[in-house]
């Protein structure tokens, strides 16, 4: 016969489930999350109805966003009902913009916890969970929301396992932005920039390496804005690269987001220099009407960012390009909207991601009359997105016939036997195994892959 558990001892692990929405930063959390609650003794989950503790990461760049996130929550009231004693929590960035409001805007949330509180979530979590004797109605729910310092804000090491880690990771080397693109509602929720020291990125990264990644990107809101170093020229994101570029066992090297404000010549340079450095730049213009880049305050014309990608062509003549776009800023007139439609001409990105413009509480732009009607900032961003089609289309078209190195990610989607895995541009490649007897094998290797075909945003290769 089993004896019953003694008094004190742990218990069955409980279980998290997590649902996120929004950016790599956002994923990133989401990894450091799972490994404080961890190491307070929960095991992940991908099932809610199992879960002792349902997380839900919010974003809300755009309303559309926020409106998904919350009607994340909405979909496991029932479960909630049937099950008092499961936590639900409420976390990112529409949790720190709203805090205490969204208890109250969703009466059935337990806690709510902003981005700078990861690292205190098993507290706020025993707290809440203390309380399953309580009847419902009269137990605590906690909205925590507090910003640290800029002076005191510790960067949550990553914890990866062997095992447990994919081919690709991301390392966070800052956090927060102190830019003011008068649209953004980044700098309310996540605060004032902090750069992350050299010596803990660089650890990380060798971490990473250890556990079984084979690729690091580099993520933050403006990594260009990087300054953790002190480096005599102030080009302190150039020398970071250069030394995460060298850690031994990496085998790609990757960065988002860039700020053309802050972007300079000598990170471009780097995609001649560093042989790691993967030819793919994600530098979001945002517009190309000058005009406008100066009611969004980005502090760059179209003129000068023109010279940067002729910088990057430069350095590496095929380098794969991606950017964003908002259609339908305040003001946006027919003539700054066909600025951006030439733009794209003009540059020719590899792929792009395009929004309409959407007023977000708290922002400078908030201000401003939204005066392009819903309907026609549909038009522009349909215009734009028929557009990028072609020159996506030609752009994946001059790939194919061609072999290339690609790093194996897994077992492609489709269930089909395929890998699939990522050119240095960044092109997602579903790649027939040819015979091989044991694919599996290939996983985070980097081999060649003769590329066959382009589809609308992926394309076909086979092992070479
Ligand atoms: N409306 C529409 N798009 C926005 N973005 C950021 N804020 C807004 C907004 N208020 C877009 C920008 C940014 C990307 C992450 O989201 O293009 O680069
Ligand atoms: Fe969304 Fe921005 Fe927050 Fe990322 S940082 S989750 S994109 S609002």
């Known amino acids: ?22 950016c790599q930063m956002n994923d990133y959390d989401v990894a450091r999350m ?12 991908q099932e ?25 929550a909405g979909r496991f009231k029932a479960l909630k009902e049937r099950r008092p004693e499961l936590l639900l929590a409420v976390g990112g960035c ?27 979530l098993p507290q706020h979590v025993g707290l809440l969970s203390g309380q399953r004797q309580v009847p419902a109605r009269l137990r605590l729910r906690v909205a925590r929301t507090e910003v640290i310092d800029v002076e005191d804000y510790e960067f949550l090491d990553a914890d990866p396992r062997p095992g447990d880690v994919r081919v690709t990771a991301l390392v966070t080397i800052q956090k927060g932005c102190d830019n003011e ?22 650890a990380e990264v060798e971490r990473f390496v250890a556990a079984g990644a084979r690729e690091v990107t580099l993520i933050g809101q403006n990594v260009n804005a990087y300054h953790g170093i002190g480096t005599p020229d102030g080009d302190d994101f150039a020398e970071l690269l250069r030394r995460v570029d060298a850690v031994p066992g990496l085998l790609r090297l990757r960065f988002t987001t860039s700020h053309p404000q802050f972007f300079t010549r000598k990170v471009a340079a780097a995609f001649a220099e560093l042989p790691r450095l993967c030819p793919w730049l994600h530098l979001p213009v945002q517009s190309g009407s000058s005009r406008v880049l100066q009611r969004m305050r980005r502090n760059y014309t179209r003129e000068q960012y023109l010279e940067q990608i ?13 950017t964003d776009i908002i259609v339908g800023y305040p003001g946006e007139t027919e003539r700054d909207f066909q600025d951006t439609l030439s733009l794209l001409s003009e540059i020719r990105y590899d792929f792009i991601y395009s929004f309409a413009y959407s007023p977000r509480p708290g922002t400078p732009a908030q201000h401003l009359p939204d005066d392009v009607p819903p309907a026609e900032k549909s038009r ?3 215009a734009v997105q028929a557009l990028q089609k072609e020159i996506t289309s030609e752009r994946l078209g001059r790939m194919v016939g061609r072999t290339e190195p690609v790093l194996i990610e897994g077992m492609a989607r489709m269930g089909n036997g395929q890998l699939c895995g990522r050119t240095g541009g960044n092109h997602m490649v579903n790649i027939d195994p040819a015979g091989h007897t044991d694919p599996r094998a290939l996983i985070g290797q980097l081999v060649p892959v003769t590329i066959t075909a382009a589809r609308t945003h992926t394309l076909a290769g086979t092992l070479s």
């Not at 003549?317 to 991606?322: A, F, G």
Request: hydrophobic share 35%; glycine share 6%; with cysteine.
């Open 310 to 322: 002729a910088w990057v062509r430069q350095a590496c003549p095929d380098i794969s390009l991606s």
């Open 380 to 382: 522009r961003l349909q």
């Open 181 to 202: 693109c008068a649209y953004c509602i980044v700098p309310t929720t996540r605060g004032r920039e902090v750069s992350r020291p050299p010596e803990q990125v660089l």
């Open 34 to 45: 799972r490994e404080v609650l961890r190491r307070s003794g929960y095991e992940d989950t």
């Open 1 to 22: 016969m089993l004896s019953p558990p003694s008094p004190g001892s742990p218990g069955p692990p409980r279980r998290v489930f997590i649902e996120s929405f929004g």
């Open 48 to 72: 809610p109805e199992e879960a002792d503790l349902i997380i839900i990461n919010t974003c809300s760049i755009r309303e559309k966003a926020e409106h998904k996130a919350i009607s994340a």
């Open 94 to 120: 529409v949790a720190q913009q709203e805090g205490e409001a969204l208890l109250r805007r969703i009466p059935f949330v337990d806690l709510v916890f902003g981005p700078d509180q990861i690292a205190r």
